[in-house]
């Protein structure tokens, strides 16, 4: 604390001396009053219960028949008693904690004052003392009334803090809501609302997957059914809101407890997790469902040991820094230790906000962020040779499938050429580990998008054996609300009031979040071996005309009163659902549960090689001819719009 500080919390001004000790000897008064300020008159607040508590252990000793000789007993030992209490509750700081935040832990604090008062004043009486003056039995009633009224004094002030004294016994205009979850995380949600005035909930009870816990009550309020349940239990309570923490439900059961409660006119919200609370990202206040959590996967577990060895105090280098992923990556990467980073894309705006995110963090690791385009090898090489990154994540590329199928000279350049020539530049300039992240459409393609990434695959597997640089690929799905995915334009078109376009109703597709995905490929990244595939767990396909219709939901809107869904027909080279496994290829386990080898017959390096150099060659041919270079090189290439009819109808 200043000087100007204390001056303000003791409204005292500060008399200056002309010598500089003087000065510092009045400040240092000043520190040591409001220092001793709040103790001072918390402990004199104590100073008449203390000596009330004594007199009424002798009047519980003698039943209450006081005469002059007991009474003289207690006025000859009460300021001795008390002023030792007072000591020992100041020693063990008991002042500390009134109010709201009282906790166990204040309890244990109280008792261990009380023990040690009653231990000192034990001491004093049989050693120091001539007769012994106090009896036996009112060390006893003193100690635990002490603490039965004491920790009485602060319990209601925090039940008072809590809840507010014209609404103890009503719910006031509370909304009554219940809990998913009779576990920690409930307790603790429970606890926030009863703290936060903000939050105007009545909790009317828990709801819980486990049976067992029926009956059972969390902090006052009681387990008083299933989740299965909540809209018979909504009904009878006249709930109007379940709030769910973060966690608590998959997104299974979410996306079924909103479907159940719709009809009841009952909203579901989620509460965040301790994660996100510690990290400072979101607020406590209940928002609604998103789509995160109605597609929700279980967290991901990741070996953090096994990879901080792998990249704390080594320079590691993002392609596609400004992406989804790449940027993704960057923010995931910062948590562990690296030396520097260095972030490389093309991309001016995407660059520019992500640098800006960057500097308002108080990060230690130096982030240099590069405008670069992979296709200039002689740019990439004065990079690679001014930073001399030990680890390269490339996830710089085209995606959009339909834009690359027109024109797939480009989509060859960008993915093909960009992954040879910064692989090529990798073992050059001494690179350690190279990353690179592929896609479920390069699995049996029918894009050319797809196909020019398995090219990529391919090319990247066939450099391992001849060289010291471990080359390992990731390859997933689709991410969550990732820039311009099928997310993003279905809220646009849900802002503009419809209709929301699926092209067809069987469509499915693999979805997994963005930092779920970002947190795998570097647990990969520092699993994998030289020359392997690795592929990501991708759960359970999701159908996304029922991704739109929740959307829509979501938005408190209602499908085809609100906004309608119509179908367009498959674009170009579209699937009507993605694959992770390739023909021939057997998938092996991996020291990580979700993380998958996909072990299959390798290619010739030389053959592939030459192949891509003559792909390379035609690049800005025809698109025919770029079309027929690969599938000389993935035979397994095939156009969807053979195999699959397209199928046009409006969603009722």
Request: proline residues 4%; aromatic residues 8%.
């Amino acid at each position: 604390m200043s000087n100007a500080d204390g001056n303000k919390l003791l409204r005292l001004p500060v008399v200056s001396t002309d010598t500089g000790s003087g000065v510092e000897t009045a400040s240092v008064a000043i520190r040591l009053i409001g220092w001793m300020k709040r103790p001072v008159l918390c402990l004199a607040t104590l100073l008449p219960a203390f000596v009330g508590v004594y007199y009424c252990s002798y009047w519980l000793r003698f039943e209450g028949q006081l005469g002059p000789g007991e009474l003289q007993w207690f006025s000859s030992t009460v300021a001795w008693v008390v002023a030792i209490k007072l000591l020992m509750f100041g020693w063990f700081r008991v002042y500390r904690s009134w109010g709201r935040f009282v906790t166990f832990y204040d309890l244990v604090a109280l008792v261990q004052a009380a023990t040690a008062s009653l231990l000192l004043t034990v001491l004093i009486d049989r050693f120091f003392l001539p007769t012994r003056a106090i009896p036996r039995s009112v060390f006893l009633l003193d100690w635990g009334a002490t603490i039965v009224i004491v920790g009485g004094l602060r319990a209601s002030l925090r039940i008072f803090c809590e809840r507010n004294w014209m609404t103890l016994f009503s719910g006031g205009n509370k909304v009554p809501a219940l809990i998913v979850g009779a576990d920690d995380a409930g307790e603790s949600l429970l606890r926030s609302i009863l703290r936060n005035e903000k939050l105007r909930y009545q909790v009317v009870g828990f709801i819980d997957d486990d049976a067992r816990r029926l009956g059972t009550c969390i902090g006052g309020v009681p387990v008083i059914g299933i989740v299965e349940q909540t809209c018979q239990l909504a009904q009878r309570h006249g709930v109007r809101e379940v709030l769910i923490a973060t966690g608590e439900l998959s997104g299974r059961k979410i996306r079924k407890l909103v479907d159940d409660t719709r009809s009841q006119s009952v909203q579901v919200k989620i509460l965040p997790s301790y994660e996100q609370l510690i990290s400072g990202k979101i607020a406590l206040r209940p928002r609604e469902i998103s789509i995160n959590d109605l597609l929700r996967r279980e967290p991901v577990q990741l070996d953090l040991e096994n990879i901080r060895q792998w990249i704390d105090n080594r320079t590691l280098m993002i392609t596609g820094s400004a992406g989804s992923i790449g940027s993704e990556i960057c923010r995931q990467l910062l948590r562990f230790s690296p030396k520097r980073l260095v972030l490389v894309d093309r991309s001016e705006t995407g660059q520019f906000f992500l640098e800006r995110e960057l500097r308002e963090q108080d990060i230690d690791v130096p982030c240099d962020v590069r405008m670069a385009d992979l296709l200039d090898e002689k740019r990439i090489a004065r990079l690679l040779d001014e930073y001399r990154p030990e680890i390269i994540f490339h996830a710089a590329a085209y995606k959009h499938v339909p834009l690359m199928e027109a024109h797939p000279g480009e989509a060859v350049k960008n993915i093909v050429l960009a992954t040879r020539q910064i692989a090529d530049l990798a073992m050059q300039y001494g690179v350690e580990s190279f990353v690179m992240i592929s896609t479920d459409k390069a699995v049996n393609p029918t894009s050319v998008m797809g196909t020019c990434k398995r090219v990529a695959e391919l090319y990247v597997q066939s450099q391992a054996e001849a060289s010291e640089c471990r080359f390992v690929t990731v390859r997933f799905g689709n991410v969550l609300d990732s820039a311009g995915s099928v997310v993003q334009v279905f809220r646009q078109q849900i802002s503009r009031g419809g209709p929301v376009t699926v092209t067809d109703p069987r469509v499915e597709r693999y979805f997994m979040t963005i930092p779920e995905a970002a947190r795998l490929v570097i647990q990969a990244g520092a699993i994998g071996n030289d020359g392997e595939i690795l592929v990501l767990d991708m759960g359970q396909r999701v159908r996304i005309v029922e991704l739109a219709a929740d959307m829509i939901r979501l938005s408190g809107l209602r499908v085809g009163r609100d906004i309608e869904i119509e179908f367009t027909g498959l674009r170009p080279a579209e699937k009507l659902f993605e694959e992770l496994h390739i023909h021939g290829e057997t998938y092996l386990p991996t020291r990580h549960p979700k993380i998958t080898v996909a072990d299959g017959n390798r290619r010739d390096p030389v053959l592939i090689i030459r192949a891509i150099e003559e792909l390379l060659q035609s690049a800005d041919d025809h698109g025919e001819s770029v079309i027929e270079q690969l599938r000389q090189i993935v035979p397994e290439y095939a156009s969807s719009q053979r195999s699959q009819q397209p199928y046009r109808r409006a969603a009722a």
